[in-house]
């Protein structure tokens, strides 16, 4: 499985949009990659997915350059409520048929 | 989305004995689920592999007869801390999927074992 490496934590003020990078040097080329949020005390949940380019849903967007050697996940304006824990994953797109490898996370503390 | 539930959210034990935790996948039917477990400020770990009627798969350095994983049925899979002591204090988390396109995650248990 390919290692991801990303920063350990980030703060950020509310109203505010948040980059977070992922770095997956050693990505195969079937692999997809996928973000998680985790908040204290509860299971981690499915953020976005994406393979290439550009994907947008109504929570956050990932970016993911020509090379797939990184990627960014995007939050736009964030809130309060967006401090977590985020993971980024690298593997099969059907996540529900492996168990998964969860990398050390970022950590985002949003100040109001 | 799919919701998977765990029970007890939270539990205290005292050192020695056992305690189970239950993931129940509520509306769809799950033949494989996955019980991780996180330590404090750390990262989430896969224990183990249940699949439906047959034994448990665990990951190298987990003790198959101290948690015991039981997958009898196709919505729920039981997780057994048995002579838990302190260091088993831990948030275990399961997750199931139908149709293995998402996997989905239980709230999680928070053991602590005294």
């Known amino acids: 499985l390919a290692k991801t490496t990303q920063p350990i934590s980030m703060d950020s003020y509310e109203g505010q949009e948040v980059n977070i990078t992922c770095s997956h040097n050693?990505?195969?080329?079937?692999?997809?990659i996928t973000w998680y949020q985790q908040f204290p005390s509860q299971g981690p949940r499915f953020i976005i997915q994406?393979?290439?380019t550009k994907v947008t849903n109504e929570v956050a967007s990932l970016f993911i350059p020509a090379d797939r050697k990184s990627s960014t996940l995007s939050l736009p304006r964030v809130s309060l409520s967006d401090t977590a824990v985020y993971y980024c994953?690298?593997?099969?797109?059907?996540?529900?048929?492996?168990?998964?490898?969860f990398g050390s996370g970022t950590r985002l503390q949003v100040q109001p | 989305g799919a919701v998977v539930s765990q029970h007890p959210s939270w539990v205290i034990c005292k050192s020695g004995t056992s305690v189970k935790i239950e993931c129940r996948s509520l509306d769809f039917q799950a033949t494989t689920m996955f019980w991780y477990r996180q330590f404090p400020k750390q990262s989430l770990m896969l224990m183990a592999t249940?699949?439906?009627?047959?034994?448990?798969?665990?990951e190298q350095g987990v003790e198959k007869d101290k948690f015991l994983i039981n997958h009898a049925s196709l919505t729920l899979s039981t997780l057994t801390v048995t002579s838990a002591h302190p260091e088993d204090s831990s948030f275990y988390i399961c997750?199931?999927?139908?149709?293995?396109?998402?996997?989905?995650f239980g709230q999680g248990t928070r053991l602590t074992v005294v």
């Open positions: 994953l690298v593997g099969d797109g059907d996540t529900g048929r492996r168990a998964l490898t």
């Open positions: 050693n990505i195969a080329t079937n692999d997809y």
């Open positions: 249940s699949n439906e009627g047959s034994k448990a798969t665990y």
């Open positions: 997750s199931a999927s139908q149709d293995s396109a998402e996997a989905f």
């Open positions: 994406g393979y290439k």
